[in-house]
Structure formats: C-alpha cells, structure tokens
C-alpha cells in the first residue's frame, strides 16, 4: 500500500464535546509522522481510533486497504501500538507477557520464542526477562511495552507519548530503537517532545481542538517558521 493509513473526514464526539472536527490526512508507506498538538487537542482520540480502541461519530479510517469499524482483525493485524500508559499482568514476567500476547496473535511457538529473545534484547530488558513486572519501574514498562509492540514485526507502528516515563538516558535508546526499526516500517508518533518528534519524524500533523491546523514537512516548516517550534506555538495559538 502506497498509503497505509488514511484518515477520512474524522469527528469524534464525547456527549457534547468535539474532540476531534472532520480531521483527514493520509500517510505514506515508511514515512515517520509526528502528530503535535496541545493538551485536549485530539491526539489520543486519534490514535484510539486508529486501534479501533473507540469508534469514531463520523468518518473512516482505512489501515493497509481495510476499514478498522468494518474488519478490525484485518485492520489491526498490521499494527503495533502503544496507546496512553501501558500496563500489564504483575504477577507475569515480561517472557511469560510477550509469550502470552504472541500466541493471541498467532505467532508459532519456535518463531515467537526466536522474537522474544531479539525484542527483550532490542528493548534493554535481557537481564529482566524471568522477573515479574510487579517490580518494574514506569519506564521499564514503557520498553516492553514498545517489545510487545514490535513482537510480530508488524509494517505500521502507532505510539502515544511512548518516551513517557524514561530517564534521558532511556530516552535516548528509546528514539535509537525507533529510529532504527522505523527505517522500515510507517511510524505514526504523538508526542509533546518537539526535539523527539525531529530526530525521529520526516513530516509533522499539527492538531488543536480537533482540527488539523498543518501537515507538512519539518524542514519547510523550519524554513517558514524559523524553528518547528516557533511553527507549533503559532499554529496552536502559543498554548502547550
């Protein structure tokens, strides 16, 4: 697929409340798109839809061809995902976890037990593997979380703030991982870390309150706004 998400005329209503206003945008194949937006601006309603985690009031979403309302199973095959913070059994470790999500998807016993093993050591997690997550830290949940994400190599990546919770040094890892998995992958990012979002997206989409205000490449914005930052104040009405 030349565009393996698109977003169609896409409003979300909480009761009364307009979270997301006729958002449209299409992202093409192994291209790393940042999705800015202030707080309440629509992101995470976005990406929920996305993961058919929520339906949508109106619009569509299309992952890979398939509609994510009407065939969720083949839509979602294709993705990996971290929505909001992760959290997962503490009684489990993270072999047992990635074991136990694997079979849910399929995965045959020899392969799943290969790719636990390269994402565990992908993630910083070997040393960690037969430990219960119970005693695991935010951002230690946060990598295997983002291990659980990439477990059956899936093409599209989505991921909500998923540096949340890291030490700089994690951080810096984290957009390591992504930089060097995304390569190949199309990667559909929210995140609030302007330097994060450049290293690691090519275009960015800016929201604010529920309407896309932008959706360009980082460098013509720079060009045009003198600093993506300076874009994002002046798009989102200097709120952050």
């Known amino acids: 697929m030349d565009e393996p998400i698109v977003i169609e005329n896409l409003s979300k209503y909480y009761n009364h409340f307009l979270a997301l206003d006729n958002l449209s945008l299409k992202v093409k194949q192994n291209e790393n798109i940042g ?23 109106s619009g569509r979403v299309i992952i890979n061809g398939q509609n994510v309302a009407e065939k969720p199973e083949q839509a979602l095959s294709n993705i990996g995902a971290i929505v909001e913070t992760p959290e997962f059994y503490p009684f489990l470790t993270p072999e047992e976890t990635l074991k136990y999500l694997g079979r849910l998807r399929g995965m045959q016993t020899v392969t799943l037990k290969n790719r636990i093993v390269e994402v565990i050591t992908l993630v910083g997690l070997e040393k960690w593997i037969t430990v219960k997550i119970e005693k695991f830290s935010r951002g230690m949940k946060q990598r295997l979380a983002l291990a659980q994400t990439l477990l059956h190599d899936p093409p599209i990546l989505i991921l909500d703030e998923p540096g949340l919770g890291l030490d700089p040094r994690g951080v810096v890892e984290f957009r390591e991982i992504l930089e060097d998995v995304g390569k ?52 989102t009405g200097g709120v952050s």
């Open 35 to 57: 999705l800015l937006g202030p707080n309440g601006a629509g992101k995470s309603t976005t990406l929920k839809i996305l993961c058919g985690l929520i339906r949508s009031s």
């Open 184 to 235: 190949d992958k199309t990667v559909f990012f929210a995140s609030h870390q302007l330097t994060e979002v450049t290293q690691i997206c090519s275009q960015v989409a800016v929201i604010d309150h529920g309407k896309l205000m932008v959706y360009s490449n980082i460098a013509e914005l720079e060009k045009q706004y003198n600093s993506l930052e300076n874009a994002y104040l002046e798009l």
